[in-house]
Every structure is written in structure tokens, then in C-alpha cells.
């Protein structure tokens, strides 16, 4: 997030879309609900689904599923030529609007109505409510992302933030909202293929001087080119160029796409080592399984969705001869070259704030009471709430022209409806922590697709009935949810219940920039069991 | 009313929120979790995973011992520490010596703290010598 989940509320228009936050991010979800409730604030929720926020929502934009570019691009268009453009903002803080102008000068909002799906009129109500709040954010998490347009849908909001002024104070800003608890972090610290830890480039001269130094590795041993992220490792895995993975605290064989794939390249590879509190479906194709602790039986830091790194603090003991994660990962690394010695976790953390620039001014004493926020770059730093406030990371704010392209596979006459897949309250991921909760379970128990009562009725299904959901890559059994959340034509799951595993439709392809994959689009039909249900 | 042995303050596991926690602790078990009010996340709230999605930690199929296997066609069996890392160790050596450092692929973890993230990496990048390591950050 540029800015602070508690300036939420002095926003007076929300744009919210691709986040079922009140499910995915409940408390976050509050602030929302704070600002609309009692700031009198409006928002404007853009999804195909009838989410829980929809009952807070002024206006709520139901597109089809892939077809987001089109929308804010034609917000772009009604902003331009309606005038409501921050025109001090972008000749102060932006460049290249005009290129931006040009592109989205055909972009109607009838043109992108015929895309979409949405009315042109709440397209065009949707840009004068954005453009003309005085604050307005923008929120988002993975219904944005997880397209072969992701990085595209991005770029379309942050040109509508920038034309319009709306970043770098409190209640406005471009909020991506981040999943796991540490996903912030594990990109912070470099968790990456092409980045150290800060985001210094691997292809760097300077930056792989610098930590060829720190790490006391001879310059020419550092490794010069960008590395393969998820989805490419499995190819790698298939095609024989990847012999050996190691995975710490993941578990692909039910978070990635197209899993049968993810599965014959598990297989192939010729050595595969799983560390885990839990022997999951990827531990038990391992060669090797060590036994980590849980976030209550040690210590360290998670970074969280507003950039604040807080501590974590063992509350119990170790089970059985399960040891914490860095111990194991240290004690790997002396059996290869290297000579570590960590006392515990707040000397390696000073080691990585002195590698990692947002994080320079922090050590585990000063997030004792409340964290801080990065940047925080000197030990007097007071930690950054709002992003952009004065400058861009990269000076300017770059408007980028962006074009619709279709998601990668589009429904036809044998796979006829559109699979976007998501997550409940009730668990988490693949379900691994949650489902262990028996009070949780007992709530949502067993996995649903949810269906239109209209294709329900089409399709001969009733509320409860067993379906068979069928991708061009594979297949899973799940109870029949009729209800008008999802359009019609449009079907949805989750991906928390292995035995019904949901990533064995979807399909990987990626997002050409992020790599991301598509698990918002997939093409699926839907048929009916004939066998009764067991009780 | 139960009283605790031990109350940790904490951040919550699930999502990227990252609620400030306390830990009730009673012989060994979490008993209780509420959200705390001193900062500026939750302000005292939490979900219905954040207050009481804890019975994972002491589930009893939590990995206690390292396991392995010679071949994929057999069970995987307990071991000890010894074995498993030299295993691990010897193992990755060999690809990284036979085939070249971008043989191997690491996943590191967004549900692991930023110490373990950072020393993951560190020992793929420092020793192992490739960058092919990655999270599901984009899943």
C-alpha cells in the first residue's frame, strides 16, 4: 500500500476492486466500512461478484471477468474529456499524458460497455465520483493481478490516481492489498528472482558488489542473471534444467495452477527437499522433510500490507525435534561453504537492515512497541505512513498507454462458463492452518462452486447437488452453491480444500511482465453428478 | 475464568493485515487470543481465523522429526538431524557441481518471517550461487 490502513476513513470515495475484503482482509475490511458508515464517504466497488462490500457500495460495477483495462480506460477518457483532470499534479509530479490522452481517446465509455458488460452511464458516474472527491483511494488485491493482463490492470489505476492527484496524501493513494502475512516481507528481503534484498537488481554491477562484500563471496561467483520464478521452475523441473528444489513453507502442489503439470515436474526432478510444520501434498512426493516450527514458537519479524514490520515472539515450545527455520536453513549452509553464526534472530535482522535501505534505521529493540512502517532509513527515523508524498521513486510518474487484450483462454460451445477462483472467511490458502481448526471447518467444511440459479436451473442442478467442474486440464467435485453472487455465466471457487483442488482447472498462463497466472480466468463446464450425495 | 500461565504479545499468521495478538498460554496450549488495542493495525479487532484459527499449532500430525527416503517408491521414514542435512547438503552440492548453479530452485515462504526469508536467499544467492529463488507472492 502507498499509504496507512489507518487513514482509510479520511478518504471520501473508495474504489475498490478484484478485493473481497471483508472476506480476505476483515480487519482492514472495518476502516472501509468506517469511512462509508460513519465519514459519509461513497464507494465505488468494481466486481463481477456480488461481494459482501456490495451492501456498503454507492455504485458497483459488475464486469466480466478480463475486462478491466477496458473500464479504467474509459474512466481515463470521461476524466480527460469532462476536464477533471489535476492538471497541476500532472505537470508538476508526471510525464508522457499525452501519450496517455491519445490512447484513451477512443475509449468511450459505450466501447467499453460492449466489452464489459457494465453500463456506460455508471462507467461514466464512476470517473466523475473518483476524479472529483477531493481524496480518493484505490484498493485492490488479486482479483487485479491474477490475469495474463495484470501488471496492465495496474498501470491503468495508477494512470487514474496520477491524473487526478490522488497519491501521496493521507486517504487517497494506489493500495494493493497483500495476501500472506509476510508476503510484503519475503519480496522486501529478496524472496525474488531478479532482486537482493531492497529491490537492488541481481543484473547490478554495484549491487552485486555490494553483497559479494557483505557476504565475504569473491565478485565473480555472484550470479549476474535475473532467476526462474514458480511457474518457470516447474518447466525447468519438466524439461530437465531444474535438478533439484528445495521449498521452505509452500506448498505448490495446491496454490499453482494446472497442478497435474506441477505434479510431473515434482517428480522429475531429481532430488526435492520440503521444510514444513505439516508433511502437505508437497512434502509427501519429497526425497527429504525437515520439521520447522510455527509463527508461536519463535521469533523474527512479518512485514504487513501497510509496509510495517512487526515482531513475532515464541510463546511455546519447539514440538517434538521440529527447530526453527533459520536454524535449519544456517546449519544447511555450514554443511556446504559457509561459516554462519547467528545468535539468534535480531542479529540476523541488524545484518539484513544494514543490506536493505527502506529497512536501514529498524533493529528488532525499536519495533517493540508499534513496528515501523519502510522507508525508515536512519535509527532516527520515525517510518513512512504515506508514499509519494514529495517525489516518485522514479521522479516522475510514468502514464503508460495500455490496450485490452482477452484473457487467455475464452469460454466456447465445450467449456461454456468463466472459472474465477478466490477465497472465504472461514480458511486460509490451501488450507492447511484453518482447516485444523475443527470450529472452522465446521462452518465450511466441504468445498462449493458457486453457481447462478439461472445456469443452475439450465443446467439441472439443485442447491446441494454434487457437479463435476471440467477444465481442458482437469477435473474436481464440489457441492452446487446456487446463488446470484456470481453472474450468470460465471462460476466460482475456491482453493482451499485439497480434496477438491481447485488448481487442477485453472490455467498457467502468465502474465507476461509479473508471471503471475491467470486464476481469475479459466474456461470450465459444469455438469451434474448422477450419483447421489453420501451422507 | 482460566487464568493464563503466560500472555505473548504477537502478530497474526493469516493474512497481510498482520493483527497485533495476544497469546493466552495455559500448560503448554493457547487457550485464548484476543486482538490488543496499543497500535495502529486492529485497534482491538480481529477474525474469526485471527481469534480462533490457533488449533493448527498443536495439531498432532505437526512434523516432529526429519524424515527421508532412498527412492521415491518407498515410505518416507523418520531420521535424524545429521542425516537429513548432510543429505540435503550433499544433495544440492552435487547438482550445483554437476549441472551448474541454476539446476537448483529455491522456494522461500510468505508465511515466514523476514530473518528466515533474508538468510534463504542469502544461502541461495551466496552459496548455491544461482537466483532462482522465489515465493508464491504472484499465486
Redesign the interface.
Same mark, same amino acid.
Given at each position: 500500500m502507498t499509504n =496507512?490502513?489507518?487513514d482509510i476513513p479520511q478518504a471520501r470515495v473508495l474504489l475498490v476492486t478484484g478485493s473481497n475484503t471483508t472476506e480476505?482482509?476483515?480487519? #482492514?475490511a472495518?476502516q472501509m466500512k468506517k469511512a462509508v458508515r460513519q465519514n459519509g464517504a461513497k464507494l465505488i466497488l468494481i466486481d463481477p461478484r456480488r461481494i459482501g462490500l456490495a451492501d456498503f457500495a454507492y455504485l458497483h460495477l459488475r464486469q466480466k471477468p478480463g475486462t478491466d483495462v477496458a473500464i479504467y480506460n474509459a474512466m481515463a477518457h470521461v476524466i480527460i474529456e469532462e476536464g477533471l483532470t489535476n492538471d497541476d499534479f500532472i505537470a508538476a509530479r508526471t510525464e508522457n499524458f499525452d501519450a496517455l490522452k491519445e490512447a484513451v481517446r477512443d475509449w468511450t465509455p459505450q466501447r467499453a460497455a460492449a466489452i464489459s458488460g457494465v453500463p456506460a452511464a455508471q462507467i461514466v458516474e464512476a470517473a466523475r465520483l473518483y476524479a472529483t472527491s477531493g481524496a480518493s483511494a484505490i484498493f485492490w488485491a488479486m482479483g487485479i493481478?491474477q490475469h495474463t493482463t495484470g501488471t496492465d490492470n495496474v498501470k491503468v489505476l495508477a494512470n487514474l490516481a496520477m491524473m487526478t492527484g490522488n497519491v501521496g496524501r493521507p486517504g487517497t493513494g494506489v493500495n494493493p492489498?497483500? *495476501?500472506?502475512?509476510?508476503?510484503?516481507?519475503?519480496?522486501?528481503?529478496? *524472496?525474488?528472482?531478479?532482486v537482493?534484498?531492497g529491490y537492488q537488481a541481481?543484473t547490478s554491477v554495484d549491487a552485486r558488489h555490494k553483497?559479494a562484500e557483505a557476504? *565475504?563471496?569473491p565478485y565473480e @561467483?555472484?550470479?549476474d542473471?535475473? *532467476?526462474?520464478?514458480?511457474?518457470e521452475?516447474m518447466n525447468?523441473?519438466l524439461h530437465g534444467?531444474?535438478?533439484?528444489?528445495?521449498?521452505?513453507?509452500?506448498n505448490?502442489m495446491l =496454490?499453482?495452477?494446472n497442478l497435474s503439470h506441477v505434479k510431473e515436474a515434482l517428480?522429475a526432478v531429481?532430488?526435492l527437499?520440503v521444510q514444513?510444520?505439516?508433511?502437505n501434498e508437497t512434502g509427501?512426493?519429497?526425497?527429504?522433510?525437515?520439521?520447522?516450527v =510455527?509463527?508461536?514458537? @519463535?521469533?523474527?519479524?512479518?512485514?504487513?500490507?501497510?509496509r510495517?514490520?512487526?515482531?513475532?515472539?515464541?510463546? #511455546?515450545?519447539t514440538?517434538?525435534?521440529?527447530?526453527?527455520?533459520?536454524q535449519?536453513?544456517?546449519?544447511?549452509?555450514n554443511? #556446504?561453504?559457509?561459516d554462519w553464526s547467528?545468535a539468534d534472530?535480531a542479529e540476523?535482522?541488524a545484518?539484513?537492515a544494514a543490506l536493505t535501505p527502506q529497512y536501514a534505521g529498524m533493529s528488532h529493540a525499536r519495533l517493540e512497541q508499534?513496528?515501523l512502517q519502510w522507508p525508515c532509513p536512519t535509527s532516527e527515523h520515525p517510518g513512512t505512513a504515506v508514499l509519494h508524498a514529495g517525489t516518485f521513486a522514479r521522479g516522475k510518474g510514468l502514464f503508460q498507454a495500455v490496450n485490452y487484450v482477452t484473457p487467455a483462454e475464452e469460454v466456447d460451445d465445450d467449456y461454456p462458463y468463466i472459472l474465477s477462483t478466490g477465497r472465504i472467511?472461514?480458511?486460509?490458502h490451501g488450507g492447511?492452518?484453518?482447516r485444523?481448526?475443527?470450529? #472452522?471447518d465446521a462452518i465450511a467444511p466441504e468445498a462449493e462452486v458457486e453457481i447462478h440459479p439461472d445456469d443452475g436451473e439450465q443446467l439441472g442442478i439443485a442447491h446441494g447437488d454434487l457437479v463435476q467442474v471440467s477444465s481442458r486440464r482437469g477435473q474436481v467435485v464440489a457441492a452446487a452453491r446456487l446463488t446470484r453472487r456470481s453472474p450468470a455465466g460465471t462460476v466460482f471457487m475456491t482453493f482451499h480444500y485439497a480434496e477438491a483442488a481447485t488448481n487442477l482447472l485453472t490455467i498457467d498462463a502468465?502474465d507476461p511482465t509479473? @508471471?503471475?497466472?491467470e486464476?481469475k480466468v479459466c474456461a470450465v463446464k459444469v455438469e451434474a453428478l448422477p450419483v447421489p450425495r453420501q451422507q | 475464568m482460566l487464568q493464563a500461565d503466560?500472555v505473548?504479545?504477537?502478530?497474526?499468521? &493469516?493474512?497481510?493485515?498482520?493483527?497485533?495478538i495476544d497469546?493466552h498460554?495455559k500448560d503448554?496450549m493457547?487457550f485464548r487470543v484476543n486482538g490488543r488495542f !496499543?497500535?495502529?493495525?486492529?485497534h482491538g479487532?480481529?477474525?474469526?481465523?485471527?481469534r480462533?484459527?490457533?488449533? &493448527?499449532?498443536h495439531?498432532p !500430525?505437526?512434523?516432529?522429526?526429519?524424515?527421508?527416503?532412498a527412492n521415491?517408491s518407498d515410505e518416507?521414514a523418520p531420521t535424524d538431524?545429521d542425516i537429513?542435512?548432510?543429505?540435503?547438503?550433499?544433495?544440492?552440492?552435487?547438482?550445483r557441481d554437476?549441472?551448474g548453479? !541454476?539446476?537448483?530452485?529455491?522456494? $522461500?515462504?510468505?508465511?515466514?518471517?523476514?530473518?528466515?526469508?533474508?538468510?534463504?536467499?542469502?544461502?541461495t544467492?551466496?552459496?548455491?550461487? $544461482?537466483?532462482?529463488? !522465489?515465493?508464491?507472492?504472484?499465486?
Open positions: =496507512s490502513i489507518s480476505a482482509h476483515p480487519v #482492514l472495518l493481478t492489498l497483500r *495476501g500472506q502475512n509476510n508476503v510484503q516481507g519475503a519480496c522486501d528481503l529478496g *524472496g525474488l528472482p531478479n537482493f534484498p541481481v553483497f557476504w *565475504g563471496v @561467483k555472484m550470479n542473471h535475473v *532467476g526462474l520464478t514458480v511457474t521452475m525447468g523441473a534444467t531444474v535438478k533439484a528444489i528445495f521449498i521452505m513453507g509452500e505448490p =496454490s499453482d495452477p517428480e531429481e532430488f527437499a514444513d510444520i505439516f508433511l509427501r512426493m519429497a526425497d527429504v522433510v525437515l520439521p520447522a =510455527s509463527f508461536a514458537e @519463535k521469533g523474527g519479524t512479518f512485514t504487513n500490507t501497510e510495517r514490520v512487526q515482531l513475532i515472539r515464541p510463546a #511455546l515450545p514440538p517434538g525435534n521440529a527447530r526453527p527455520d533459520w535449519i536453513i544456517t546449519d544447511i549452509a554443511r #556446504l561453504e559457509a547467528y534472530e540476523i535482522f545484518e539484513m508499534d513496528g472467511l472461514f480458511h486460509w492447511t492452518m484453518s485444523r481448526s475443527p470450529g #472452522l502468465v509479473a @508471471k503471475i497466472p486464476y | 503466560q505473548v504479545p504477537t502478530t497474526c499468521p &493469516y493474512c497481510g493485515v498482520g493483527c497485533q497469546l498460554i503448554g493457547i !496499543d497500535n495502529h493495525v486492529n479487532n480481529l477474525c474469526v481465523k485471527g480462533f484459527g490457533y488449533d &493448527y499449532v495439531a !500430525d505437526r512434523l516432529r522429526q526429519p524424515l527421508i527416503r521415491r518416507l538431524w537429513a542435512l548432510n543429505t540435503v547438503a550433499n544433495r544440492l552440492r552435487h547438482a554437476t549441472y548453479p !541454476d539446476s537448483i530452485a529455491i522456494l $522461500t515462504s510468505a508465511k515466514c518471517t523476514n530473518e528466515e526469508n533474508y538468510l534463504l536467499q542469502k544461502l544467492r551466496a552459496i548455491l550461487g $544461482t537466483n532462482s529463488v !522465489d515465493h508464491c507472492a504472484r499465486l
